[in-house]
Nanobody, 117 residues
């Protein structure tokens, strides 16, 4: 059974920091690009950050320089360190796994991040 379970969301003041974690199981972690996406009501889900199995990274322009994605292949975990948070970062954040060849995808259920002004 494939599981992706996010944690670490919550309420934080603007300028603050949060670190999201995603615990995974049920698939070969090293074959997947891991990513964080976010979605707010009425908007499309958008890519925040991604990291390949060889540690290549991609960031949305809106978070470059503020967010850092990392992964621990031994623990099958992926993290998103979020710094200098802004109210516009308020969203539900989803952990995503995408096979690097077949593009099969798995999703977590999401964790709410709320940034107050």
């Amino acid at each position: 059974q494939v599981l992706l379970v996010e944690s670490g969301g919550g309420l934080v003041q603007a300028g603050g920091s949060l670190t999201l974690s995603c615990a995974t199981s049920g698939f070969i972690f090293s074959l997947y690009t891991m990513a964080w996406h976010r979605q707010t009501p009425g908007k499309q889900r958008e890519l925040v950050a991604a990291m390949t199995s060889s540690s290549g990274t991609t960031y949305a322009d809106a978070v470059k320089g503020r967010f850092i994605i990392s992964r621990d292949n031994a623990k099958k975990m992926v993290y998103l360190q979020m710094n200098s948070l802004k109210p516009e970062d308020t969203s539900v954040y989803y952990c995503n796994a995408k096979h690097k060849i077949t593009t099969t995808q798995f999703w977590g259920r999401g964790t709410q991040v709320t940034v107050s002004s």
